[in-house]
């Protein structure tokens, strides 16, 4: 991989100075072929646990997913996630590149991307938001509630 192949920009918007990754990924077509697809990465501190990719392939429409940070964190190094999306390192390419599946009913797609400029931005997500306060932003209380509040109950005669 050379570093013509991905076009990288970084810029930092907010008030919290979130960072928005763009690069240009390799949609992998078969052994050999690929297909460049630009990709917005994007971190909401409101949302730790949830990293947004933006695809937008040359033609036709694109497309937003929601991924765990940690799967994608952790799919950088070593087999990550399962079903409809998978991270893991490129055999040969480990430190430089990783493959991202991601499957829907319809379709799927198999992407490679640039481990260190996806790796930094991480690492500045999580400076933002630790792993270990990730959880701090979720609401516990209205989660259950939610569970446990379900509408009218019947009433027992």
């Not at 493959?99 to 996806?118: D, G, K, Q």
């Not at 690492?123 to 446990?148: K, N, P, R």
């Amino acid at each position: 991989m050379d570093g013509e192949q991905y076009g990288l920009r970084e810029r930092r918007t907010g008030p919290r100075d979130v960072p928005v990754l763009n690069l240009l990924v390799k949609r992998v077509l078969d052994g050999y072929a690929w297909r460049p697809v630009r990709a917005e990465f994007r971190f909401d501190p409101a949302t730790p646990m949830i990293v947004s990719v933006t695809l937008a392939p040359a033609r036709g429409p694109g497309v937003v997913w929601r991924i765990g940070r940690e799967l994608l964190h952790q799919g950088l190094f070593e087999e990550s996630g399962e079903g409809h999306v998978q991270v893991w390192p490129a055999p040969g390419q480990e430190g430089a590149a990783a493959f991202l599946l991601l499957a829907s009913r319809r379709s799927s797609a198999v992407l490679e991307l640039p481990v260190p400029a996806l790796l930094n931005w991480l690492e500045a997500t999580y400076e933002i938001v630790s792993a270990q306060a990730e959880g701090e932003s979720l609401d516990w209380d209205g989660f259950i509630a939610g569970l446990l509040d379900d509408g009218p109950r019947p009433t027992e005669d």
